[in-house]
């Protein structure tokens, strides 16, 4: 999961996208309407002019994901560390969490070291059964006096 930060650079990303689409939609399949009554209404054979039901529907249905994706937005800047919290506060909080850290980092060096001893005798008890191993293997493979006999 990415951090809140990503997250709202992605819906702001998302948003300038719905908007882009909503103004190539209107652009590609508006009618042609005079700004005034004393204009004649224009028309253009290679146009694609959507139904007025059809067009009004698009728009409301854009708009809505325009308008969700701004409560999104608003939501994801509410929850981001900071807000209606004093300087002192997140201060405060950084050290705490840097203490912690301290404490953590610690630890990882304690196991660590511990893997390392554990390690190292392991490979001890490796050695020492590959050895007794080694030697009675040996011992059966001489002849013993009474065999040659």
Do not use: W
Not at 53 to 70: A, H, P, R, V, Y
């Amino acid at each position: 999961m990415t951090d809140r930060l990503t997250q709202l650079q992605i819906c702001l990303d998302q948003m300038m996208e719905q908007f882009c689409a909503a103004l190539n939609y209107v652009d590609k399949n508006h009618d042609f309407e005079p700004a005034d009554e004393t204009e004649m209404k224009m028309s253009d054979r290679h146009a694609t002019v959507a139904p007025p039901e059809e067009f009004s529907n698009t728009i409301d249905e854009l708009s809505t994901d325009i308008i969700l994706k701004t409560r999104q937005i608003i939501r994801l800047i509410d929850s981001l560390p900071g807000v209606d919290v004093s300087t002192a506060e997140q201060l405060h909080k950084i050290d705490t969490l840097q203490k912690e850290l301290v404490k953590v980092e610690e630890q990882k060096v304690e196991a660590i070291m511990r893997k390392e001893k554990l390690m190292k005798d392991v490979s001890g008890l490796i050695a020492f059964f590959v050895g007794g191993i080694s030697s009675s293997r040996e011992a059966l493979a001489q002849p013993t006096e009474s065999n040659e006999q």
